[in-house]
T-cell receptor, first 111, second 115 residues
Framework: AQSVTQLDSHVSVSEGTPVLLRCNYS??????LFWYVQHPNKGLQLLLK??????LVKGINGFEAEFKKSETSFHLTKPSAHMSDAAEYFC?????????FGKGTMLLVSP | EAGVTQSPTHLIKTRGQQVTLRCSPI?????VYWYQQALGLGLQFLLW???????NRGNFPPRFSGRQFPNYSSELNVNALELEDSALYLC??????????????FGPGTRLTVL
């Protein structure tokens, strides 16, 4: 079975400062991992995905994530936050026939 | 290209009633997924349909059911509503059952409130 744990329910940053959203995973085999973003009153959108190629994955809007097998982590980062990044972010692990979502991290960006 | 659409956007029901939610996938997509997003619980997988067949089901009671039509649109039915069914119900689609494990395209959801 697979699972993901998002270590923070809320993260607050100031505009222009770095963003770090933490995710640990558990999987019985080599995992595929994803980050999705959900803006208010909108559906989820895929930010980036790791599928056993390069361990550093670049996504849309300047986000990237690094797969670290030894730490079973897949943290999401961005060098400089923008007001438009305020949203809820979900870490996701692929199972045999389903995707398992974390409980989400709400990113708050202040001016 | 139109995205995934869901109707209605909001719904208020009372305990014990029945509800039907609808989803139209992106044109050409054959797989449809349903998720429940309850407050503080993240997204819980409900059902997966592909080519008109139920392919997988999450850990939900039988009063949650659905179907997929020949045009690939889908309905989610919930019978005997309970207060804890209050949630945002999200529908997603993918071009086929294989690609759905790499990317799913989500609709805006239906907000169900059970009083």
């Amino acid at each position: 079975a697979q699972s993901v744990t998002q270590l923070d329910s809320h993260v607050s940053v100031s505009e222009g400062t770095p963003v770090l959203l933490r995710c640990n995973y558990s999987s019985s085999y080599s995992p595929s991992l994803f980050w999705y973003v959900q803006h208010p009153n909108k559906g989820l959108q895929l930010l980036l995905k790791y599928t056993s190629a390069a361990t550093l994955v670049k996504g849309i809007n300047g986000f990237e994530a690094e797969f670290k097998k030894s730490e079973t982590s897949f943290h999401l980062t961005k060098p400089s936050a923008h007001m438009s990044d305020a949203a809820e972010y979900f870490c996701v692990v692929r199972g045999y026939s389903t995707l398992t979502f974390g409980k989400g991290t709400m990113l708050l960006v202040s001016p | 290209e139109a995205g995934v659409t869901q109707s209605p956007t909001h719904l208020i029901k009372t305990r014990g009633q029945q509800v039907t939610l609808r989803c139209s996938p992106i044109s050409g997509h054959t797989s449809v997924y349903w998720y429940q997003q309850a407050l503080g619980l993240g997204l819980q997988f409900l059902l997966w349909y592909d080519e008109g067949e139920e392919r997988n089901r999450g850990n939900f009671p039988p009063r949650f059911s659905g179907r997929q039509f020949p045009n690939y649109s889908s309905e989610l039915n919930v019978n005997a509503l309970e207060l804890e069914d209050s949630a945002l119900y999200l529908c997603a689609s993918s071009p086929d059952q294989t690609s759905g494990l790499n990317e799913q395209f989500f609709g805006p959801g239906t907000r169900l409130t059970v009083l």
